[in-house]
């Protein structure tokens, strides 16, 4: 089925325009190029400047533990990321969500530990009617695909539509989330990989995490495209 698709229509690079790889948008020296979030802290991912072959946690995350327990973002958003993630979400771009959701799984089977089950960030009905679609779902679709994975739609909901959190402190985005999620179907697996684009503070997915745990999940990952 590949075989033909990439004849009917072949792979082109999505940054650059130029001839992709086989099965994939983007060409070799693209790929190269991408930002890579090497050195980071395991708990949230955020960039770390001290350089260790051990893992180690951020400042941040020592003095105020976060209710998931690893994160795994292959990126750095900035630049090509930035234009990826954009064109999907508020270009309706799915070829994109297809590139992204293939780069991140093709990361997570080299370092991840398999879940039990996938789950992107829910959008509140609201914002899913008003943009029409929800572009976690679209990377984790992908991802699921790849690394053969459940992906759960339905056991978790956004309840409340919290305002765009762009230009919010940490502090901000803490409190506009409080509550925003609630689990509405038993969740009946010990191991959850939540799914989104990009983590800023990561008080989204900190806040889905809290009621995933309270639901009685006992490891919460957390899988993005890139870290801000």
Known sequence: M???????????????????????????????????NRQCCYQCAERLEVQSDAPMLCGRCLSRRPAFDDTYAPFVYGDALRYLVTGLKFGAQYKNARLLGHLLAEHLQKTAEKPELILPVPLHNSRYRQRGFNQAIEIARTVAKDMQLPMDLHSCQRRHDTPHQTR???KQRRKNLKGAFVVVKPIKVGHVAIVDDVMTTGSTVHELAKVLKKAGVAKVDVWVCARA
């Open 168 to 170: 919010l402190t940490a």
């Open 2 to 36: 590949d075989i033909i698709q990439d004849y009917l229509l072949p792979p082109t690079c999505l940054l650059c325009g130029n001839p992709g790889t086989p099965h994939r948008d983007l060409c070799q020296p693209c790929h190269r190029q991408l930002p890579r």
